[in-house]
T-cell receptor
Framework: NAGVMQNPRHLVRRRGQEARLRCSPMKGHSHVYWYRQLPEEGLKFMVYLQKENIIDESGMPKERFSAEFPKEGPSILRIQQVVRGDSAAYFC???????????FGPGTRLLVL | DQQVKQNSPSLSVQEGRISILNCDYTNSMFDYFLWYKKYPAEGPTFLISISSIKDKNEDGRFTVFLNKSAKHLSLHIVPSQPGDSAVYFCAAQIRSGTYKYIFGTGTRLKVLA
């Protein structure tokens, strides 16, 4: 029973490029949460999605960031025109229902040069 | 505004002794609390949780205590083992709406052999 998968595990981008982070939830899970961890900080909520719907994006910056969770395929967190301040670890979590425990993937470490 | 605080960034404990990790919160609307353990370069792993209607929950070597009047929870690990060395995050949740987690900044536990 595979856990939450994220790829790539490491991503290096130059300022102004686009970053695409992918998350495949655990089998049977249709709820996906994205969190960001800046150096020396805790994880901060970004966005919550169910299949084909964004439920809560209150933690996501208004510009350059977007997320989707299509009917087929992984959830994607997209960052356009990356800046150095976007360098962080991005974690995806999934649950079978919003009341259930969230299980985290290994994260994608984004480095913006 | 840090709603969940872990005021001890690090803690060292001798193998076999008790580890006590603390967490304080400010939002009285939180009604569910969780502890996650995180190793370097991995995602957080769920450890134990507690509902606000309880004051204690136990699972093997791990016990979580909740003091609602003080808005304080703690994680006890007895006996501590070298494999417990990791960063521990507490998280709080409001069991309505999006059920997102609000994380503390983490405490790095080192168990000395």
């Amino acid at each position: 029973n595979a856990g939450v998968m994220q790829n790539p595990r490491h991503l290096v981008r130059r300022r102004g490029q686009e970053a695409r982070l992918r998350c495949s939830p655990m089998k049977g899970h249709s709820h996906v949460y994205w969190y960001r961890q800046l150096p020396e900080e805790g994880l901060k909520f970004m966005v919550y999605l169910q299949k084909e719907n964004i439920i809560d994006e209150s933690g996501m910056p208004k510009e350059r960031f977007s997320a989707e969770f299509p009917k087929e395929g992984p959830s994607i967190l997209r960052i356009q025109q990356v800046v150095r301040g976007d360098s962080a670890a991005y974690f995806c979590a999934s649950s079978s229902d919003r009341q259930e425990t969230q299980y985290f993937g290994p994260g994608t470490r984004l480095l913006v040069l | 505004d840090q709603q969940v605080k872990q005021n001890s960034p690090s803690l060292s404990v001798q193998e076999g002794r008790i580890s006590i990790l603390n967490c304080d919160y400010t939002n009285s609307m939180f009604d569910y609390f969780l502890w996650y353990k995180k190793y370097p370069a991995e995602g957080p792993t769920f450890l134990i949780s507690i509902s606000s209607i309880k004051d204690k929950n136990e699972d093997g070597r791990f016990t979580v205590f909740l003091n609602k009047s003080a808005k304080h929870l703690s994680l006890h690990i007895v006996p501590s083992q070298p494999g417990d060395s990791a960063v521990y995050f507490c998280a709080a949740q409001i069991r309505s709406g999006t059920y997102k987690y609000i994380f503390g900044t983490g405490t790095r536990l080192k168990v000395l052999a």
